[in-house]
């Protein structure tokens, strides 16, 4: 069964730097997605991405994120510099086109800032 | 703004219990509402789908109701197994059908045997 896949599963990194997260969505689903949640809290929608653009974004998503689809198959979610409170589960989904309209969700990546 | 709320936030039972999980919801405006199962530190499995027209939905000993009009859902888990044991979320979409999931907090479930 087709399943979301996201890379890497655990990424420790520095305060300040810069992190990609990658996710590959299931095969001819058109709605991407990014979710986090920081621990103990819920999860957080940050940002929906429809035919090459961002369809919404909610107030976490400021300047210091963009996401891209660079190559047709992956979906990348950059943090240009990262806090201390930018620690948590980031979560990928994808949609198929549809009626029935599930969000399917990958394993996530567990950021740690330090 | 749409909230979502679960109660309760935590509940334990013996295996072999019957048992409900409680959604609320603030506005009714929904497109579709999932439950989810979330293993500690692991992802999201999602559990069932349940379209804003629809009443409930059944898989398994899972059976999730949809009342919109007062924004409510239940997840019902019959015979409860510890392998059951896990926090589960309730996530709410819409208005649109290309819109976001707002999920709740979550009930932490814990089956002991």
């Known amino acids: 069964e087709p399943e979301v896949t996201q890379t890497p599963s655990h990424q420790v990194t520095q305060m300040g730097q810069e992190v990609i997260l990658r996710c590959v969505p299931i095969s001819n689903h058109l709605y991407f997605y990014w979710y986090r949640q920081i621990l103990g809290q819920k999860v957080e929608f940050l940002v929906s991405?429809?035919?090459?653009?961002?369809?919404?974004k909610s107030e976490i998503f400021d300047d210091q994120f963009s996401v891209e689809r660079p190559d047709g198959s992956n979906f990348t979610l950059k943090i240009r510099s990262t806090k201390l409170e930018d620690s948590a589960m980031y979560f990928c989904?994808?949609?198929?086109?549809?009626?029935?309209?599930?969000?399917?969700f990958g394993p996530g990546t567990r950021l740690t800032v330090l | 703004k749409q909230e979502v709320t679960q109660i309760p936030a935590a509940l334990s039972v013996p295996e072999g219990e019957n048992l409900v999980l409680n959604c609320s919801f603030t506005d009714s405006a929904i497109y579709n509402l999932q439950w989810f199962r979330q293993d500690p530190g692991k992802g999201l499995t999602s559990l069932l789908l349940?379209?804003?027209?629809?009443r409930e939905q059944t898989s398994g000993r899972l059976n999730a109701s949809l009342d919109k009009s007062s924004g409510r859902s239940t997840l019902y888990i019959a015979a409860s197994q510890p392998g059951d044991s896990a926090t589960y979320l309730c996530?709410?979409?819409?208005?649109?059908?290309?819109?976001?999931?707002?999920f709740g907090q979550g009930t932490t479930l814990q089956v002991k045997p």
């Open positions: 989904a994808s949609m198929p086109w549809g009626s029935y309209n599930e969000q399917f």
């Open positions: 349940i379209q804003s027209s629809q």
């Open positions: 996530a709410v979409k819409g208005p649109s059908n290309t819109g976001k999931l707002i």
């Open positions: 991405f429809y035919n090459n653009e961002i369809s919404e």
